[in-house]
């Protein structure tokens, strides 16, 4: 990059402000957003992958009793 391209750079703004991040609430930065650094990226993929996040279901107790008469 030469001279006469940096500050023209330093005059863009942000796509997205930085926001908290899920894991410490630091500040996100750009490169991993929304998350601050690659650890807490990756210690949320990790909680993703070992099944961590599941969305809790209730049984159908309508269905359940049909099937007993079966």
Do not use: Q, T
């Not at 006469?4 to 930085?18: T, Y």
């Not at 209730?58 to 099937?67: G, I, L, T």
């Amino acid at each position: 990059m030469s001279d006469d391209e940096s500050p023209r750079m330093a005059k863009v703004a942000p796509l997205r402000k930085a926001l908290p991040c899920p894991e410490c609430k630091r500040l996100s930065v750009r490169e991993h957003y929304p998350f601050c650094s690659d650890r807490c990226r990756n210690l949320d993929l990790s909680r993703w992958l070992k099944g961590s996040y599941a969305i809790p279901v209730a049984e159908d107790e309508s269905k359940a009793d049909d099937d007993e008469y079966r």
